[in-house]
Nanobody, 115 residues
Framework: QVRLVESGGGLVQAGGSLRLSCVAS????????VAWYRQAPGKQRELVAR???????YYVDSVKGRFTISRDNAKNTVFLQMNSLKPEDTAVYHC?????????WGQGTQVTVSS
């Protein structure tokens, strides 16, 4: 059974930092692209960042220079380091990967940034 489990969310003041983790079981992150998405109340789900199997990364413009996605293949974990957080970063953050055309999502972790 495939599971993605996110953790690390919480309540933080604007300008603060959080580090999100996504641990996989039942699949191997190595060799696969892993992404972080977020969904704020009343808004569509938004791609935040991706880390490719090559190690390359992609970030949506709104988080460039503030967020860093990384992977620890030995721990089968992907991280999202979030610095200089803004109230508009408030959302539920989900990790996602596609393996053999199957789309896997975690349950999400809530990030709330107060002004």
């Amino acid at each position: 059974q495939v599971r993605l489990v996110e953790s690390g969310g919480g309540l933080v003041q604007a300008g603060g930092s959080l580090r999100l983790s996504c641990v996989a079981s039942g699949i191997i992150f190595r060799g696969n692209t892993v992404a972080w998405y977020r969904q704020a109340p009343g808004k569509q789900r938004e791609l935040v960042a991706r880390v490719f199997s090559s190690g390359g990364t992609y970030y949506v413009d709104s988080v460039k220079g503030r967020f860093t996605i990384s992977r620890d293949n030995a721990k089968n974990t992907v991280f999202l380091q979030m610095n200089s957080l803004k109230p508009e970063d408030t959302a539920v953050y989900h990790c996602n990967t596609v393996v053999s055309l199957a789309d896997y999502w975690g349950q999400g972790t809530q990030v709330t940034v107060s002004s």
